[in-house]
């Protein structure tokens, strides 16, 4: 079962559409394996202010790490002419820890920090801040680390909207049994996703019209884990499932993928990060939704906020969060519920997933039917 931490708070001073977070320029020349846990993308700096490192955490809990905000992040500090550097940990705490030493030691002034955990992340945080570097928490809030600040989307929002469309999905089905596969337990926004959605789901278990199924967390994100975990889900429940509340798209498919080695009928199962798998088994009836959610406008958060802290200005932020009894000034974006209706208008038109990245194989014509093109 996932740990509960308390809630946070949010106060928004404006619309976060009224943000002004815009970046000059896309261009880069600077490009880097994803596969080694030491890549970076290094770029020159001519304002002799210090450089900026973005540790990313790995490629398990999500494949935009690489695909998205390293190329976002890299854009935006490249196009401000900013040294930076920006390297994945691969699931290494202490290969993040290493990478943060090296950054700190090449004159690091602000590190955009994804931790892999409380712990380690928080022993980051202390170091920098020992060596007078700023951190911004990225995506990811660092419980009890004190991050200058922390730049990420709604995530109790994000939770919200899975419950939500799953309870649409099963919309019709007397007393169905809700398995809830859950992100990592050392993953604080893996608790704010399930803050979210089981705010929706427990008062449908308590009035009797839904009925709780397994119920357990994924460590450290892994696909091949959740699969394990579901299959044990299906064993001990005689294959009585009726809908998955799965954190996120990955999980989704070890959901999918188990229903299928057992030529099991599809439900509902729910997903997140609007992946170009998620979307096609969305199209083919698999899964009922995604949650979206922009990373370009994350990343161009995040990296005007470094910019700004390395240009000694106070970023802009649009509310706080309460981390352990600490105001950290925030930037919370607006997550979106994806389903088949409004691909098209979500990450189609946001740029974030091209029709080709989509509409490949058996795929193709689901995508025509869907108005995809």
């Not at 040294?83 to 700190?104: E, L, M």
């Not at 169905?176 to 926004?189: F, K, Y």
Request: positive net charge; proline residues 4%; contains cysteine.
């Amino acid at each position: 079962m996932i740990r509960r931490t308390p809630g946070f708070t949010v106060g928004i001073a404006a619309a976060v559409a009224a943000l002004a977070f815009a970046v000059a320029g896309c261009g880069s020349s600077n490009k880097s394996s994803s596969s080694s846990s030491a890549s970076s993308t290094p770029s020159s700096n001519t304002s002799g202010k210090g450089s900026i490192a973005v540790l990313l955490p790995d490629t398990k809990s999500s494949v935009r790490w690489e695909t998205q905000d390293r190329k976002y992040l890299d854009q935006a500090f490249t196009a401000a002419g900013i040294k930076h550097t920006i390297v994945n940990a691969q699931g290494d705490p202490a290969t993040q820890a290493s990478q943060a030493d090296q950054a700190i030691t090449n004159g690091a002034k602000v590190i955009l920090l994804v931790d892999l955990d409380p712990g380690s992340g928080a022993a980051i945080i202390k170091k920098a801040h020992n060596q007078g570097v700023k951190v911004i928490d990225y995506d990811r809030l660092t419980l009890g680390g004190g991050a200058d600040y922390y730049v990420s989307f709604d995530n109790t929002a994000v939770g919200k909207l899975q419950g939500e469309g799953l309870v649409k999905c099963l919309s019709g089905k007397q007393s169905p049994v809700v398995a809830e596969l859950n992100g990592s337990p050392t993953d604080n926004n893996a608790t704010l996703f399930a803050n979210g959605y089981n705010s929706v789901l427990d008062p449908k278990y308590s009035a009797g019209t839904f009925k709780k199924g397994p119920n357990q967390s994924v460590p450290d994100w892994d696909n091949q884990k959740a699969l394990t975990i579901f299959e044990q889900m299906l064993q001990q429940t005689n294959n009585k499932i009726d809908g998955v509340l799965s954190a996120n798209d990955g999980l989704a498919n070890s959901v999918i993928s188990a229903l299928n080695a057992r030529k099991l009928p599809h439900i509902p199962v729910t997903g997140q990060d609007a992946t170009a798998q998620g979307i096609q088994h969305i199209l083919a009836g698999e899964q009922c939704m995604t949650v979206y959610k922009a990373v370009k406008k994350e990343a161009e958060a995040a990296s005007q906020a470094a910019i700004a802290l390395i240009k000694g200005q106070t970023p802009q932020t649009n509310g706080t969060v309460d981390n352990k009894g600490t105001k950290t000034p925030s930037v919370l974006l607006k997550p979106v519920a994806v389903t088949k209706t409004n691909i098209n208008d979500t990450v189609i038109k946001d740029g974030f997933l091209k029709a080709s990245d989509i509409c490949v194989g058996k795929y193709a014509s689901l995508c025509k039917s869907a108005g995809i093109s």
